[in-house]
């Protein structure tokens, strides 16, 4: 059987071939420009020996051309590799020769890095993309240059389901990124159920803040958007006052996005002047988010936010709370058509449900990459027992929702007892001046591990680390408070607004 994930792009443009599939302020991409302008970049990366199963570096921000690039490489049978534009040229270096990319496409902003980068790796055929006037890379060849001839006509190179259509590199909590390989049949099946399970229609406007190179606004909105002939409204980064005037602006109807954003958006001072009256939608993902994010969100701005959860060797979506009516609050839902879920411990026997009964999540089901790119190590140690370790903890209820309680790896043992980060995080974020909290485990000689917050306050707020320590020991057992507390203007975070913890100084307690 044939089958190239790059079908969804001809199908839309077929169906609404004058409709928007991409806005950039002034800037409009309709899906016949879309297919055409893809169908010129299959051609040309044909002609200069790009073929099926090489792989391509794409590193752009959110701009129409990371989507014409996209398109263009998967019609030409080949595998997409999407790169943080934020990457030093040692990190370039590294996905590019551990991917073997026989090509790099970058942005003209960022060429003294990837130029160094790709030499490094070896690899010649670079191709950037300017913005005249603004940002050009002379030295690089346009990107342009993939765009001229003769109109093809169509193209589509015949691929397997199975095979590798992406190839997303996990961020490396742990040693070195590994690159996860999503096939044309998970990729499409990740935009297919997630679609129908909170109704995307063509006449849907959905803001795109998340950068497309990460697989949640990858997969759960560039991929969805394009099956499902919707609208993307493109930022190059999520900032909380651009995002309320394109929500007004574009009338902006499904709100993708992570914690931080939500937060950004509560916090703004000037929210309440904007129309948000087009919403009808927010999803959350890609970190756990606050229960009183969840509530005040909800209560300001009248749009309901549905919970879901997934992980890059996932293809984005394992579960999801479909609707108001059937979701449980601070519940990442229920797995997805055709994902199984359990919850095992460390010798693997599956938990019985219930909140005392705290194991791994482990995943099975169409969603789930096909490997780790040239690891078979890691790939095997994953997959071991014949099911997907996420490396997170959570438990099932009785209902069959999925609870994180949070990750393996930043669980804390504390003299014995195991505690949560996120619980105590849950906490913090109760407090009327706490704006972000991260709680990570600090070595300590006598307890093994120590307990230590960091925390940025709202703007405008005081608060001591006293008074925050007291605060979270008045609402939790003794042996989960943090003994020590430190202030930071903002927490360390990722493309995505996820806070990254394996940033923050791990010095001891004290």
């Known amino acids: 059987m044939d089958f190239n994930l790059a079908i969804m792009l001809q199908e839309s443009a077929k169906r609404v071939p004058d409709k928007p599939v991409a806005i950039l302020d002034d800037v409009r991409l309709t899906y016949a420009e879309l297919d055409q302008l893809s169908n010129r970049v299959a051609a040309n990366l044909t002609a200069v020996g790009i073929g099926p199963g090489d792989t391509v570096g794409l590193q752009l921000p959110n701009l129409p051309q990371f989507i014409v690039a996209y398109f263009g490489i998967l019609k030409a049978g080949a595998i ?41 790796a070896g690899v010649s055929a670079i191709y950037s993309v300017n913005i005249p006037g603004l940002v050009e890379a002379p030295e690089l060849t346009p990107f342009d240059t993939l765009l001229r001839g003769e109109d093809p006509g169509p193209q589509l190179v015949s691929r397997s389901p199975q095979d590798t259509a992406v190839i997303i590199y996990t961020s490396g909590t742990t040693g070195r990124p590994k690159g996860a390989e999503l096939s044309h049949f998970t990729l499409y099946m990740n935009a297919e159920i997630p679609g129908r399970l909170f109704d995307l229609e063509e006449n849907d406007v959905v803001l795109t803040a998340l950068p497309l190179f990460h697989v949640f ?3 759960s909105i560039m991929n969805l958007c394009v099956l499902g002939g919707a609208t993307m409204t493109l930022m190059l980064r999520f900032d909380a006052a651009k995002a309320l005037e394109v929500i007004a602006r574009d009338k902006v109807t499904v709100f993708e996005g992570v914690p931080t954003m939500y937060f950004g958006l509560l916090g703004h001072p000037d929210a309440d002047s904007f129309d948000l009256s087009s919403l009808r939608i927010a999803v959350s993902g890609g970190a756990a988010i606050p229960a009183e994010v969840i509530d005040t969100f909800e209560k300001k701005f009248g749009v309901v936010i549905l919970e879901g959860y997934g992980l890059s060797e996932t293809a984005s979506t394992t579960t999801f709370n479909v609707s108001a009516a059937e979701r449980k609050v601070y519940s990442v839902g229920k797995p997805i058509w055709g994902v199984d879920i359990q919850i095992w411990d460390k010798d693997h026997n599956v938990q ?13 089901g169409f969603n789930v ?7 078979p190590e890691a790939t095997a140690e994953v997959f071991a027992g014949g099911w997907f ?18 990750r393996l790896k930043e669980l804390i ?14 906490v913090l974020y109760a407090h009327p001046s706490v704006a972000e909290a991260a709680v990570v485990g600090v070595p300590d000689a006598k307890m093994g591990e120590e307990i230590k917050a960091f925390v940025a306050l709202k703007a405008g707020r005081t608060a001591t680390a006293e008074e925050l320590i007291a605060f979270v020991r008045e609402r939790v057992a003794a042996y989960k408070y943090p003994r020590s507390l430190e202030f930071l203007a903002s927490l360390p975070k990722g493309a995505t607004g996820k806070i990254l913890k394996k940033e923050l100084p ?4 004290g």
Do not use: C, W
């Open 80 to 120: 997409v590799v999407p790169m943080n534009v934020l990457l030093k040229a040692p990190e370039i270096a590294f996905y590019l020769s551990n991917s073997q990319a026989k090509m790099f496409i970058t942005f003209a902003g960022v060429a003294a890095e990837a130029s160094k980068g790709a030499a490094d």
């Open 217 to 219: 606004g990858l997969s």
């Open 352 to 364: 019985p449900a219930g909140k005392d009964h705290v194991g791994e999540v482990v995943i099975r």
């Open 369 to 375: 990459m096909n490997g780790y790119f040239a690891n």
């Open 389 to 406: 370790h996420s490396g997170d903890l959570g438990y099932l209820d009785e209902d069959g929702f999925l609870f994180i309680v949070d």
């Open 413 to 426: 043992i504390r003299g014995g007892y195991n505690v949560y980060p996120r619980e105590v995080e849950e």
């Open 506 to 509: 791990k010095t001891p307690a």
